[in-house]
């Protein structure tokens, strides 16, 4: 089955400067790669997807890139605020309606 | 339109004892699935149901199982629970059932065994 590396597993930053958190799949066949935020005592939120045929997608301070052949995709948040402070998680579509997610990145933005 | 919604957030259990968890997806979503979150393990797929069949299913011992209702309502039971099922078990729901579509997550049930 597919496997999801993420990294960094920790990363603090500074307010007001740029975070990248990265992953790596395995799978060639998956197309679909989510991104969601999870605060304390909630579930998970998407905050973001991109399909393969698609190398990049923006939503105001977000953005993700995806790299087909090297098979990794990226997570940028820009102008970092205390409140995007939370687990991330990258995911990639296996078979039907199963998704394999990455291990977490916990950001911290230093206000 | 209201999210998702799982009851109860927070459970409690001894060894050997069995456990029923509940989903509502989002109104208009015909597909669920379930997750297992730990620590260590991060999240787990357990199964997907659509039109209250199962059409997906994880690496899980078969103490894990789950049923979906005409009304897209769903829930998942544990057996024989073990320590080890202790995690937080979220469930997700899609709109019309294509594969590789969008999930939204609930917020969870916290499932300690002792």
């Known amino acids: 089955g597919e496997n999801v590396e993420q990294h960094p597993s920790t990363l603090s930053v500074q307010e007001g400067d740029s975070a990248v958190i990265k992953c790596t799949y395995s799978d060639s066949a998956s197309n679909y790669f989510p991104w969601y935020k999870q605060e304390l005592g909630k579930g998970p939120q998407l905050i973001i997807d991109?399909?393969?045929?698609?190398g990049e997608k923006k939503d105001q301070r977000i953005a993700v890139t995806l790299n087909k052949t090297a098979k990794h995709f990226s997570l940028h948040i820009t102008e970092t605020q205390p409140e995007d402070s939370a687990v991330y998680f990258c995911?990639?579509?296996?078979?039907?309606?199963?998704?394999?997610f990455g291990t977490g990145t916990s950001l911290t933005v230093i206000p | 339109k209201a999210g998702v919604t799982q009851t109860p957030r927070y459970l409690i259990k001894t060894r050997g004892q069995q456990v029923t968890l509940s989903c509502s997806p989002i109104?208009?979503?015909?597909?669920v699935s379930w997750y297992q979150q730990t620590p260590g393990q991060g999240l787990q797929f357990l199964f997907e149901y659509f039109s209250e069949t199962q059409r997906n299913k994880g690496n899980f011992p078969g103490r894990f199982s789950g049923r979906q209702f005409s009304n897209s309502r769903s829930e998942m039971n544990v057996s024989t629970l073990e320590l080890g099922d202790s995690a937080l078990y979220l469930c997700?729901?899609?709109?019309?059932?294509?594969?590789?579509?969008?999930?939204?997550f609930g917020p969870g049930t916290r499932l300690l065994v002792l």
């Open positions: 991109i399909r393969s045929n698609v």
């Open positions: 997700a729901s899609s709109g019309t059932g294509i594969v590789r579509e969008t999930q939204y």
């Open positions: 995911a990639a579509s296996g078979t039907g309606n199963q998704f394999y």
């Open positions: 109104s208009g979503h015909r597909s």
